[in-house]
């Protein structure tokens, strides 16, 4: 059964499905079950990256699926090692060829690597190359507010999204504020927070109320405040579960008491020091 899922309006009109599938850390012979389930469960929106190593099971999970390339919604992302204009150019034809697809509907520079000062020129890359029509939309990840001020000010476009290390333990409010302010979607990468939120107790006793797990309550949280999601999963019944999230409603208080759960929890690297 195919769930319906809301999609958020990019700042250039382009529709982004707001739950899509993650697969960081699924090895490349893993990685085409693993899309094929979440094509199977009704997921249109995969989110890779070159150095995940597994762009080409994703495509493979694509070619086999038969579903229409305009249905889909795929998201790719530039590694710090190809950041530069010529390089950036090379880089999207590389993964371009290895999801087997002519174009990507997003692509986003995947870190700032500030140390490196190369988003900017990066960036102009991405502008050459969503003119040429070869990205639908294009975006940044892990860009601090500082580093999406200047981007906005030396770029001629404003990105469309910027993912994000953001749970209930990273609530990350600032480069939220930032986002909203220059009209850049959020989108949360580790929104489970790899797992480590799912057995806190504020969690498990709202879930109780609602009769759901606790992973669907923290999805849930994030979709009531108009994120985007890519929670991963190589469990079959956990990726069909991910998507079960339009039947219930937080109320004000439930989300309240999940906002007060922020902390110092950062799972991943911090973008103003990690240069890759
Ligand atoms: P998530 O927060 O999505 O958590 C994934 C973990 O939670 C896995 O161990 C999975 O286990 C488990 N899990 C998933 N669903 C459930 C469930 N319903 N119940 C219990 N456990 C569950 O972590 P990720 O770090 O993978 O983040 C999601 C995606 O974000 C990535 O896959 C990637 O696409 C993107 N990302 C982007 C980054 C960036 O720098 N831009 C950095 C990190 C991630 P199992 O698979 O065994 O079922």
């Not at 060829?97 to 509907?105: I, K, N, P, S």
């Amino acid at each position: 059964m195919t769930t319906a899922i809301p999609t958020v309006t990019l700042n250039n009109g382009v529709e982004m499905p707001q739950v899509g599938f993650g697969v960081f850390q699924v090895p490349n012979e893993e990685t085409t079950a693993a899309v094929a389930s979440a094509l199977k469960a009704g997921y249109r929106s995969i989110d890779t990256a070159a150095i995940y190593g597994n762009e080409e099971g994703v495509g493979q999970a694509l070619a086999e699926s038969g579903i229409a390339r305009d249905e889909l919604f795929i998201t790719s992302k530039l590694w710090i090692s190809e950041m530069g204009c010529e390089q950036t150019i090379a880089g999207l034809d590389s993964s371009l060829r290895r999801l087997g697809l002519e174009y990507l509907d997003l692509f986003l520079i995947h870190w700032p690597a500030p140390a490196k000062d190369l988003y900017v020129e990066t960036w102009r890359a991405l502008e050459k190359l969503y003119a040429d029509k070869k990205i639908r939309a294009i975006g940044v990840s892990n860009f601090q507010p500082a580093h999406l001020t200047k981007l906005i000010a030396e770029g001629s476009i404003v990105p469309a999204v910027n993912q994000v290390e953001l749970h209930p333990a990273l609530q990350n409010r600032e480069v939220i504020a930032a986002n909203a302010e220059h009209g850049v979607v959020t989108e949360a990468w580790s929104p489970l927070a790899q797992g480590a939120m799912l057995t806190d107790e504020t969690i498990l006793a709202i879930a109780e109320t609602h009769k759901v797990t606790a992973a669907q309550v923290i999805l849930r949280w994030h979709l009531q405040q108009g994120r985007v999601i890519i929670p991963k999963s190589v469990t079959e019944s956990r990726i069909i579960a991910n998507l079960e999230l339009f039947g219930f409603e937080l109320t004000g208080e439930e989300l309240g008491s999940i906002d007060a759960l922020d902390r110092d929890g950062r799972t991943g690297p911090n973008p103003e020091t990690f240069n890759g």
